[in-house]
């Protein structure tokens, strides 16, 4: 019998605390706001049913549990996160990760840009060393034999990043605002990269990478995180995949496959990528991605407690074979 798996990525949208201010220009939850998001996001998470969920703009773990709290399937998951930095100059929202699956020790939070990576911003003094929102890692125990190593993200919005450069007087700075944000997403991307190649390095392991990416899949930076598939390690292939375009049962009559809506415009920056153990078209397949589901209704109502996200679910199949992963070294991460 074959094993089913899913996995599940979903940007909650300011997940904080009631009575604590989380942007300068955002008021803060009333208990009764508060307990409608959180009432929300638990009826989301039990539709959802999957086995692992990682999730983007957490304000507040304790939040995170009060939602698990409110649920029926996930009261007793496991869940990893971690909390915004309270010394800061701003708060910036964290990712989190919940499990009903088994999780290996040695889950691991990146902050900091992997190899002594750093890029330069047009107008900045100092490189960028840091991901704009750490990424999380963790390692998911499908079966005594099998880890697969789940990283969660959030790359950098399109937000133009201003820099006190906002005049009216100087039209070409927001351009150079909305470049900094495009050099910023690619450093996460290119940092997130580097990590999964660093994973490689040490023992070949199937990998999902889930979260908000900011961009759509053929964008330059999500084409970073999936790689080129050119310089092999050890004869595997290296890429990722993003999922919806391998999945063998794709229906096109219902192929409403969109996250986000933005000035009118309807688009998928939510994604779920594989590696070639879980691409049917690879030789090297333990499972595949059989479908991908968009949980986007929400959208069209725009209610206040609601996210301005869609949900992005997976559902992959077991060959049956095994594979048994050997846990990589967690250097340069923070265990949580």
């Given at each position: 019998?074959?094993?089913?798996?899913?996995f599940?990525?979903?940007?909650?949208?300011?997940?904080?605390?009631p009575?604590?201010?989380?942007?300068?220009?955002?008021?803060?939850?009333?208990?009764?706001e508060y307990d409608?998001?959180?009432?929300?996001?638990a009826?989301q998470?039990?539709?959802?049913?999957a086995?692992?969920?990682?999730?983007?703009?957490i304000?507040?773990?304790?939040?995170?549990?009060d939602?698990?709290?409110?649920?029926?399937?996930?009261?007793?998951a496991?869940?990893?996160?971690?909390?915004?930095?309270p010394?800061?100059?701003?708060?910036?929202?964290?990712?989190?990760l919940?499990?009903?699956?088994?999780?290996?020790?040695?889950?691991?939070?990146?902050?900091?840009?992997?190899?002594?990576?750093?890029v330069?911003?047009?107008?900045?003094?100092?490189p960028v060393?840091h991901?704009?929102?750490?990424?999380?890692?963790?390692?998911?125990?499908?079966?005594?034999?099998?880890?697969?190593?789940?990283?969660?993200?959030?790359?950098?919005?399109?937000?133009?990043?201003y820099?006190?450069?906002?005049h009216?007087?100087?039209?070409?700075?927001?351009?150079?605002?909305?470049?900094?944000?495009?050099?910023?997403?690619?450093t996460?991307a290119?940092?997130?990269?580097?990590?999964l190649?660093?994973?490689?390095?040490?023992?070949?392991?199937?990998?999902?990478?889930?979260?908000d990416f900011?961009d759509?899949a053929?964008?330059?930076?999500?084409?970073?995180?999936?790689?080129?598939?050119?310089?092999?390690?050890?004869?595997?292939d290296?890429?990722?995949?993003?999922?919806?375009?391998?999945?063998?049962?794709?229906?096109?009559?219902?192929?409403?496959?969109?996250?986000?809506?933005?000035?009118?415009?309807?688009?998928?920056?939510?994604?779920?990528?594989?590696?070639?153990?879980?691409?049917?078209?690879?030789?090297?397949?333990i499972?595949?991605?059989?479908?991908?589901?968009?949980?986007?209704?929400?959208?069209t109502?725009k209610?206040?407690?609601?996210?301005?996200?869609?949900?992005?679910?997976?559902?992959?199949?077991l060959h049956?074979?095994s594979?048994?992963?050997?846990?990589p070294?967690?250097?340069?991460?923070t265990s949580?």
């Amino acid at each position: 019998m074959q094993q089913e798996l899913r996995f599940a990525t979903f940007n909650v949208c300011n997940l904080a605390l009631p009575g604590v201010k989380y942007y300068e220009d955002q008021i803060p939850y009333s208990l009764e706001e508060y307990d409608a998001k959180i009432s929300w996001i638990a009826q989301q998470l039990d539709r959802l049913d999957a086995d692992v969920i990682g999730l983007q703009e957490i304000f507040s773990q304790a939040a995170l549990k009060d939602v698990l709290a409110k649920t029926q399937k996930y009261r007793d998951a496991r869940h990893i996160g971690f909390d915004p930095d309270p010394q800061a100059d701003h708060l910036t929202p964290s990712v989190a990760l919940i499990s009903r699956l088994p999780v290996a020790e040695g889950a691991a939070t990146f902050t900091q840009l992997p190899n002594n990576l750093a890029v330069a911003l047009p107008g900045v003094t100092h490189p960028v060393t840091h991901f704009t929102r750490p990424v999380l890692h963790a390692k998911i125990e499908v079966s005594p034999n099998l880890l697969v190593h789940v990283f969660v993200c959030h790359l950098k919005s399109k937000l133009p990043d201003y820099r006190n450069d906002n005049h009216d007087d100087q039209p070409d700075q927001a351009g150079i605002a909305m470049l900094r944000s495009l050099i910023r997403r690619g450093t996460d991307a290119l940092g997130l990269r580097t990590l999964l190649s660093n994973l490689n390095k040490e023992k070949r392991a199937p990998i999902i990478v889930m979260g908000d990416f900011n961009d759509v899949a053929n964008a330059i930076p999500t084409q970073m995180v999936m790689g080129l598939g050119k310089y092999p390690i050890n004869g595997a292939d290296d890429r990722l995949f993003e999922s919806y375009r391998i999945q063998s049962r794709r229906d096109a009559l219902r192929d409403v496959g969109y996250t986000h809506m933005h000035d009118g415009s309807y688009e998928t920056i939510d994604h779920i990528l594989v590696s070639e153990e879980f691409n049917p078209a690879s030789r090297a397949a333990i499972g595949e991605v059989v479908e991908v589901m968009y949980l986007n209704d929400h959208m069209t109502f725009k209610q206040a407690h609601a996210s301005d996200h869609g949900l992005v679910l997976v559902r992959i199949l077991l060959h049956g074979k095994s594979v048994t992963s050997i846990s990589p070294s967690d250097a340069d991460g923070t265990s949580v």
